[in-house]
């Protein structure tokens, strides 16, 4: 096969590739927030808009909701074949155990879409601090005093960013990555001691 085999495949690797990314820009087009890259330089670093200062960090999700519906519907389609395959030829057990792994598939997908636009946003505005957190179908938020809130230090380097507040406390930091923390935290208190610029 040698390098002649290689470049007959490359093309259509290539094809693929494109073809993905294609599909990849329209969902992004279609869907802003669902396909926007979580760990940017802004994200760690903050922005800030003139008035508040933001964090905005959202679940990290290698494919869109469509996508992942095609694809287990495939898969769906494909263990309903070969239970009914395997009932035609008297193997009547089979089939009863390929519509509990569609359930499963199907269950996945519901979770995975539940979640799929899970996030967490950090506000600095004026004398206020605010936190927001939508996980699955429930949202959290707290408003509270900039001047009152605290970052505690981290004991463990996989730890959190836990902001407390008297006798409240609040963590930040779930969609990022373990190593980011740090940087985040850093910048999150050197923006909640210093005044708005």
Known sequence: MGLTGHFDVLPITLLWAVSSDISDNQIEKRYPLLMKTPHSTENLLGSFDGTAWHWHL???ISMAPLQLAKIL???ALVTLIIGVAFLTFGASLILPFSLIEITALFLAFLYNLIHA???ETLV???NDLKIERKIGLQTHQVLWVRSLTRIEPRVHANELIQ???GQESMSFGKFIHAN???LLSQEIAARLLTSLR
């Open 58 to 60: 959202k679940r990290n």
């Open 124 to 126: 600095l505005s004026g």
């Open 180 to 182: 980011s923390r740090p």
């Open 163 to 165: 902001f407390r507040q």
């Open 73 to 75: 519907a495939a898969l």
């Open 117 to 119: 636009n899970d996030y």
